[in-house]
């Protein structure tokens, strides 16, 4: 157990439709993580935030937001979503990730499996 | 940006070492080369990271070559249950990780 936890585990819903994913960080951590992983497929990074600050975005559809509240946890948001949109999605998180250098160890959720039908 | 190489598939025997390679020959001098592992579906798992010198832990062992072009990840005595997909990864100076397809290891009694 990470100590990361993610909800749900599993959703299903339809092509067009809105969902959030919901991330609560391991006691501590300060920075949260977001990565989709599509079927036989290594891990896309998302976008990270820090201490409720986005810090780092990588590939993240303009149909995808996220934030982080003052209490650390974490919400990936996902609309107009398509056929394509199905896959596991994973939330890390870290001490560190700021400016200081580098986020060492990331602990990762077990991850929301998502089908978009 | 630094991108990683490695074999996409290994098998190993239960109870001998088992030694993953990973090329990194545009790495700069200041990002660090992570190792995680993921089980089936699982969340991924950190086992090491190092910068220069090779390091070790409970888990694993890290050799970095002294041109830091390559890596190797050695688990000194494989078990069934370290049957998993290893991702080598380079870490940017934005500290985002970049993950690439990855090594299957499977470990065969």
């Known amino acids: 157990d990470s100590g990361v936890t993610q909800t749900p585990k599993h959703l299903i819903t339809a092509t067009g439709q809105r969902v959030t994913l919901r991330c609560s960080p391991r006691?501590?951590?300060?920075?949260v993580y977001w990565y989709q992983q599509s079927l036989d497929q290594g891990l896309q990074f998302l976008i990270q935030?820090?201490?409720?600050?986005?810090?780092a975005k990588g590939n993240i559809l303009e149909r995808f937001s996220a934030q982080q509240f003052p209490d650390l946890h974490s919400e990936l948001n996902l609309s107009s979503l398509e056929l394509g949109d199905s896959a596991l999605y994973f939330c890390?998180?870290?001490?560190?990730?700021?400016?200081?250098?580098?986020?060492?160890?990331?602990?990762f959720g077990p991850g929301t499996r998502l089908t978009v039908l | 940006d630094a991108k990683t190489t490695q074999p996409p598939s290994m098998d190993c025997a239960e109870g001998r070492a088992a030694n993953l390679p990973c090329n990194h020959s545009?790495?700069?001098?200041?990002?660090?080369v992570y190792w995680y592992r993921q089980i089936h579906s699982q969340g991924p798992q950190y086992i090491i990271h190092?910068?220069?010198?090779?390091e070790t832990n409970e888990m694993a062992s890290l050799i970095i070559t002294e041109d830091r072009k390559s890596s190797t990840l050695i688990l000194p005595h494989a078990t069934l249950r370290d049957t998993a997909v290893y991702y080598c990864?380079?870490?940017?100076?934005?500290?985002?990780?970049?993950w690439g397809a990855g090594t299957k290891l499977i470990i065969k009694p």
């Open positions: 190092g910068l220069k010198n090779n």
């Open positions: 006691s501590g951590d300060l920075s």
């Open positions: 935030y820090y201490n409720g600050e986005e810090r």
């Open positions: 890390a998180s870290s001490v560190r990730g700021g400016l200081a250098g580098p986020s060492g160890e990331q602990f």
């Open positions: 990864i380079v870490m940017y100076s934005n500290y985002q990780l970049i």
């Open positions: 545009t790495i700069s001098g200041n990002e660090y």
